[in-house]
């Protein structure tokens, strides 16, 4: 089972910061919170990964609680090619080299970016 | 960088065929692979896992038999669906982690959509 919860779907408006929230209140000290999304049709994409303090790159911020048991994604001005279904996963820090290193997907939320 | 190439992006086959894909690491060399699967509205599923060189390590569930992967060298690793059959259709999703600089992160292929008729 994944052990992260997102909401199902989130609507934005373009032009507008989209915050995606995700719950992971069973994380450990030594896993990463990572985020992917999936376009339709399409193979998913690496957005941005943290472990305990706020990151940043091209694509968006990730700013994780002090408790590291939440965290937001955030996208600073969504546009209608960012609709997608958004993956928040939590991940080792370590490989084991067989299937522990896998992503385990949950549900997402299913971004939609309105004109 | 870090970019992972699939094929083909599209197969459609008789039942009973056997169905190769090909996943690539373009710009890094790829210790270890992993192919997820992805069946209509829901999310992707682990597959296997396989190192450069050695066995895949498949999850519960996930026939050996039928799901022949190979990973010969450090940039290519493929999957054959063994005679296919319709409940085989399905998204097929690769992802390489990179065994340098981003090891820490899994790219994904644009994916596999594989028709069985």
Not at chain 1, 42 to 65: C, F, R, V
Not at chain 1, 96 to 103: E, K, P, Q, R, V
Request: aromatic share 10%; charged share 15%.
């Amino acid at each position: 089972d994944a052990k992260t919860t997102q909401p199902p779907s989130m609507d934005c408006a373009e032009g507008r910061a989209a915050n995606l929230p995700c719950n992971h209140s069973t994380i450990s000290g030594n896993e990463y919170v990572y985020w992917y999304r999936q376009i339709h049709s399409q193979g998913p994409q690496y957005i941005i990964h943290g472990l305990k303090n706020n990151e940043t790159n091209e694509m968006a911020s990730l700013i994780i609680t002090e408790d590291r048991k939440s965290s937001t994604l955030i996208l600073p001005h969504a546009t209608l090619r960012d609709t997608a279904v958004y993956y928040c996963i939590v991940r080792p820090t370590t490989f084991s080299g067989g299937g522990a290193d896998g992503l385990t997907f949950g549900k997402g939320t299913h971004l939609i970016i309105q004109p | 960088g870090a970019v992972v190439s699939q094929h083909p992006s599209r197969v459609i086959c008789k039942s009973g065929t056997s169905v190769k894909i090909e996943c690539r690491s373009l710009d890094f060399q790829a210790t270890t692979m992993f192919w997820y699967r992805q069946f209509p509205k829901q999310s992707l599923m682990l597959m296997a896992t396989s190192n450069e060189g050695s066995k895949a390590t498949y999850e519960q569930g996930v026939e050996k038999d039928k799901f022949l992967i190979n990973h010969a060298s450090l940039t290519l690793s493929t999957l054959t669906v063994t005679s296919a059959h319709p409940e085989d259709s399905s998204f097929y999703i690769c992802s390489a982690r990179d065994g340098g600089w981003h090891q820490e992160t899994q790219y994904f292929g644009p994916g596999t959509r594989l028709l069985v008729l």
